[in-house]
């Protein structure tokens, strides 16, 4: 079993900043890749950044946030600056997982989501 939970979303005006972190647990061998995505109203899901080697941003967030992680703490972080109103959003955390050994399967998995809203 493995559990992603998410924190640090919240309302914030435009311009303000706020940092989501993702806490991956469980029986984890290794976590191959985590990442960001966020779902706007009436919008599809899209991915907003990835960790997986040189870290990749969709092109609206370029330059404001940043993606980091810590292995140490199975953890991920989005640091989101200069927010702006098109931002508003639920964030999903995603992990690629490998569980149990190193012949373990390997899945996708999801946290619950945060709410992050912009607006005045």
């Known amino acids: 079993q493995v559990q992603l939970v998410e924190s640090g979303g919240g309302l914030v005006e435009p311009g303000g900043s706020l940092r989501l972190s993702c806490a991956a647990s469980g029986n984890i061998y290794r976590i191959n890749n985590m990442g960001w995505y966020r779902r706007a109203p009436g919008k599809e899901r899209e991915l907003v950044a990835t960790s997986?080697?040189?870290?990749k941003y969709t092109d609206s967030v370029k330059g404001r946030f940043t993606i980091s992680r810590d292995n140490a703490k199975n953890t991920v972080y989005l640091?989101?600056?200069?927010?702006?109103?098109e931002?508003?959003?639920v964030y999903y955390c995603h992990a690629e997982i490998?569980?149990?050994t190193w012949y373990g399967p390997v899945s996708d998995y999801w946290g619950q989501g945060t709410q992050v809203t912009v607006s005045s």
């Open 52 to 55: 997986e080697g040189t870290p």
């Open 79 to 85: 640091q989101m600056n200069s927010l702006e109103p």
């Open 87 to 89: 931002d508003t959003a």
């Open 98 to 100: 490998r569980v149990r």
